[in-house]
């Protein structure tokens, strides 16, 4: 007597009609749903950058950083003297726009006032460790909770 596995012929196979196949087909096809990533945020400075002509700007753009952003500058010979100039080139990458200004770079940030550079600072946090620039905070009456929008806002408004 041999021991083994006994060969079952296969069963008939059942008939599929295109109407069937079609939701497995459908589904298949469906492409991802996908959330749309935000990668530039603009923003509105509380005092303004004045150029050469006298002209202030203060609506502009940033992007999200890359690693790159924030690798170059350390070679840059100005950061390596003084570490505290890397907020500087730092976000004169990272600005894509502001106001009329035709290229943006990081003379033009060392130009800017201090509470404007503080505020891109703040700004440059906020955007590219949480991806948005709503921060939660609490009333201090009722001690309700909500959200600001950091973007865009001026000094002293709520």
């Known amino acids: ?5 006994v060969a079952q012929p296969a069963p008939a196979a059942a008939a599929v009609t295109p109407e069937a196949a079609a939701p ?3 589904v298949a096809e469906a492409p991802p749903a996908r959330r749309e990533l935000r990668t530039e945020f603009a923003f509105e400075l509380p005092r303004g950058y004045v150029d050469e002509a006298g002209n202030v700007h203060r609506e502009g753009v940033m992007r999200l950083a890359t690693a790159r952003d924030e690798l170059i500058p350390l070679r840059d010979i100005r950061v390596q003297e003084n570490p505290a100039y890397l907020s500087v080139v730092l976000l004169g990458r990272v600005i894509t726009r502001l106001g009329s200004v035709a290229h ?3 003379g033009v940030v060392e130009n800017m006032f201090a ?3 503080a505020f891109l600072q703040d700004f440059y946090r906020q955007v590219n460790a949480e991806g948005h620039t709503r921060a939660g905070v ?5 001690e309700q909770p909500f959200e600001v929008e950091l973007g865009g806002s001026r000094l002293g408004e709520s």
């Open 1 to 5: 007597m041999r021991r083994g596995a």
């Open 24 to 26: 497995v087909a459908a």
């Open 104 to 106: 943006m770079h990081d």
């Open 115 to 117: 509470s404007d550079l």
């Open 138 to 142: 609490t009333c201090p009456h009722c």
